[in-house]
């Protein structure tokens, strides 16, 4: 058990009602000692990244399954660096076309996850990359 | 970052700073500087929330934020959720509910509470100062669904609200020691289900036989509206019990911290010199501390 636990919010970003994923990967992170805020479906980039900012977050975890991604991962990635909130990182996970992946981590994402990604992956990841400013 | 860094933050009231150190504070770190920040310029008044999982306090306090803010008071919102007891880890989802508004006058956070403990988060009294010191009017403090034997609450809110649903029970659940008078204010949830009338006729007769203060109990429906701007009327208007007084722990350590504070003082060093010397005993040398350093001899 961390005394420090990491905690990470999950949202869903866009037009988008898929959720069974978001959710999988919640518990995942729950029963792996983190604090999860769930910030749940139909949220707009300002409000993810306020959620962000006010729940002072180790990690963002954003699922699309919409097609939408880059469209709105840019979006996603200019607000937090005019929040000032660069150090958060970024994980993004759903249906991601494979030659979109390195634009979004050239966009500073840290990793996509695709479907059928084990769990015990995400998990370890999160884990074993803490964000800088917690470092 | 630096401590010092975030509480230069917190001066130009920038939020990470805030949650920072809110973030700190809850894991139990630099609770000493929050305490000697001494009581608030402005201070909060302090709402909980209370009562079982489901009957509906994160939607109940997502539609009482908008009531505050069209009175021109800023709201910051603790939410507590538990924390399991084996792994550490908390999902934390009651934000979700509140409808989080994108206003820079709302607040809201987080924050896991220790199972098996208590219904609040850790520490909770150093984040509600810290909110205080960020300068929100309002501070909603949602317990963990517990409901029952949840007493720790009332030593840091202004108003402890218990929320009933219809279908609840029968008339003895409310003769359970601890149900009804940890409440200052009683909130029939769900109104608009039937039975909410019956469920305020029950536990309106229960605190009349009881006794003791008067207890206003509400009908309030998140889905219809009805009530809350009642609710929103009685959270503003209702006396508060006065949290920082009658808590016996806090004012120890508002005592402990003003003798402190006198232990700086000029002549305290010199009744310190004497009782060191012999000259005077200890019982002699605390009611001439208690004299001499009095407010009005600094």
Redesign the interface.
Known sequence: MSHEPIRVVLAKVGLDGHDRGIKVVARALRDAGCHVIYAGLWQTVESVVRTVADEDADWLGLSILSGAHMTLVPQVMEALRQAGLEHVGVMVGGIIPEPDIPKLVNLGVSRVFGPGTPMHEIVEFVKSRRSAAHA | ?LESQLWQGMRQRD??SL??L??RAS?GLGIETIRRLGPPEKPARVFAITGSGGVGKSTLIGKLIPQFRERGRTVAVLACDP??PL???????D??RMG?P?DDGV????L?ACSGRQAIADHLDAVIRLCEEFGFDRIIVETVGAGQGDTAVRAWADLVVLLLQPETGDELQWEKAGVLEIADLMVIHKADLPGADRVAQQVRSALEVAGGPVVPVLLVSSRTGQGIPELATALETLPSRSRRGDDRSAFLVDAQQMLIHRLQHPAATELLAKWRSGRIDIQEALRRLLEETSVSAQ
């Open positions: 970052m939020r990470r949650a920072r809110i973030t894991r924390e399991s792994t550490g880890g908390a999902l934390l989802g934000r979700f989080a994108l607040y809201i956070r987080s896991a």
